[in-house]
């Protein structure tokens, strides 16, 4: 979901990486001696990332990071580069256990997140801003409070991944059919993925 990407991933995290380094406290926790470069550090740290993605059966889908990528060099705060891809979802629905883990959690976040916002907001900071993808990632913890949706298999990636294609099908169309031929498009797509997820 784009929320974690722009919400924390993107943002939080970078900030947390960037000030770890800057402590020592990122080498120490990656095993390597107090003053590694931010080259070897960053790099190790993508290397147990791949690792525990691994051992978790998860699809990670990363570049390694750098400084580059983490914006470290720059004046502005740190901010990650597209980093971290979309994840193919394998389980469209969720057990009792994993659905009450997961609202906890996710809820969790969102209030964290908040708070963060509102702090910096009073420190006239726009390190923490409130994303409309939050309230968007509210209504899929509702819906995997009620039904065990997965809110990663309600990603809004394939939309907006898919308006390439719309795009280049819409130039090859005649102006006057344009609408209809796009809209008959686009419904197909959602009608085969739906049936998709059903049948996972």
Sequence with gaps: MHLAHLGFLRDITASCLADMFQTGDLADYVNLAPGASAALVFWRVGVLAEQWAKQNQLDLGAVRLTEERLNYTQTTYPCLDSLVKAARVKKPKLSQQEKEKSVWLGRSHLVCYAALA?????????????????????????????????????????DEDNMKSLRNLAVKCHPRTVKVTWARRYILKKVLLWHKLKAE
């Design 118 to 158: 509102a702090g910096a907001l009073a420190q006239h900071q726009l390190l923490y801003k409130v994303r409309p993808k939050c309230h968007y990632f509210e209504h899929a913890l509702d819906e995997c409070a009620l039904w065990g949706n997965n809110p990663l298999s309600q990603s809004s990636f394939l």
